[in-house]
């Protein structure tokens, strides 16, 4: 009597752990795959394909200050991979310090390879593409095509690099040093505990985390924020009510008014929230998207339970060496801070 | 007969090049040792011991970008260790796209340890003391000591590392946290092949640079680029003539006229040259410094000769690995772009 009750009690805890993980999968949810081979297929891109030295070069250009204008702004100035992946700025701040015409924050870089598109208005479709942008825009490193290719050209450690990345007719031109730069942003992934759970270690995620999730599915939360990004598609912000703090810059989405969803990964790390950084706590945020998306009233303990389980995706960082940069030549481009 | 005339040869030579490190040692160039203790003994402070504990916590401290008021700045954005430990260029730049007030460029921080005094005008007599300057300076980070202070106690990752670094019982004061950040910078110490050479290796400089070693010496440049850091110390600029850009900016050195003199070492990684940076090249620099130190006027020949030698002072950098910071809590203060 009392073993059938014991075994009843193990099997009804173990078909509730089992739904939970199908319910998280039948809402959308996905983890990072623990296996390594499993993972680089995921990241991938079949046209330029992943290797070590385009990471090492990419990562190189990803902290070279001299890709800007100025020579004081790298990718890493606003995509700080020390603080989350962004700047914790409500508004991005560049070249003479000027702010986003917009007032956009600036999105993490990190788990970005698994959205649908790049950029607020999802205007990129790889981060080959996005990594294009920022450099030659005048609110940020306020460069030219020329500038940046002269300047890489010019240091022999860099030619040499590409060449070996890329063999040695590689014409070392925008696209190309862009694209490592790409390269680089792909291998920046971060499993959390999250993943280790989908993946099927039960103990991963702690009791209220659980609670959490079930809260996060119950609510609505995952009909957005879903795949492995737990966000990084397109969507309309402001559902059934508009967004309180709208009128803060002139943002409004893509030509279909859509907007790109932010990943919940790391989220914790990356206040202020919203495109324009109008919300400073995950709490409030959490409350707002269910009334502005969902038409609910988030009760203060759903909120609670969500951000409990948000805290399970924050993820371990890839490791990675400051990279020491090649000496400026005779030949390289002057910087201009005006 | 031939016997004795190699054996002369051979004999000569050794001396030649024994003589050659003598000259060098009696010109006051000094070695980094290549010997860890004899090292550690070296750029330690007894007062406040290195140990790994403060170092790594002063490396996340000078990557940390929440120092500054805007969070946008950290002490790694004017001295980039990527690029030679400066910013490349011939201003300082800081909070809201400051230029310095009086012109001055950022001095490099790699081998800073062995200055005599740090700054442009020797104001502080340690890396500890200097590191309390920038954050709290108006065009640089443009913090207070009451912001930077509430913003790392809030944070519990910071205060578990405070107090394995100091106790149990540290007080994380201003002094705490800019004294960390030196503990770190007095381990940027960047050995060269002209160190390996003065500490015996006869062949790791090559034939060129003995020969421009010699004629650094018989020039006179030892005569304040001598010690550790082939400089550092506190000297007049401008002994027999004027430098030929001295109005730009209106620095004028310490109370006494005193410039800090720049170390050569990884000189070629951080043109621009002079305080306000108005010499871009390595050889107008030799010439400008002949001229208005030592009444020369340097040949064409001698000054490649010398900058052939300097590239030997070019040295290995520590590995740094870039620092995942800690989350920013609710009770964190905010930064402000403004």
Redesign the interface.
Known sequence: MFKSILLGLVTSSLLMASSLKDEAKHAGLIAIPSNKTALLKLIDDKMNPITPEKVALGEMLF????LSK???ISCN?CH?????GD???D?A?GH??T?NPHHLGSPTVYNAVFFDAQFWDGRAPSLEAQAQGPILAAPEMANTKEHVVATINSMPEYVERFQKAYGKNVKIDYETITKSIGTFERTLVTPAPFDAYLNGKENALTKAEKAGLKTFIKVGCASCHNGIALGGSMNKLGVVAKYKYMNVGDFKGNKNGMVKVATLRNI??T?PYFHNGQIK?LKEAIIEMGRIQLGLKISEKDADSIETFLGAL?GR?P???????P??R?TTPA?D?H
Chains 1, 2 share one sequence.
């Open positions: 902290f070279e200050p001299r100025s020579g004081l100035t700080n991979l020390a603080t989350g700047d914790g700025l508004v701040v003479k310090w702010q914790t790390q206040a706590t924050d960082k490791k990675v060496v400051y990279p020491v940069l000496t400026r005779a910087q801070i």
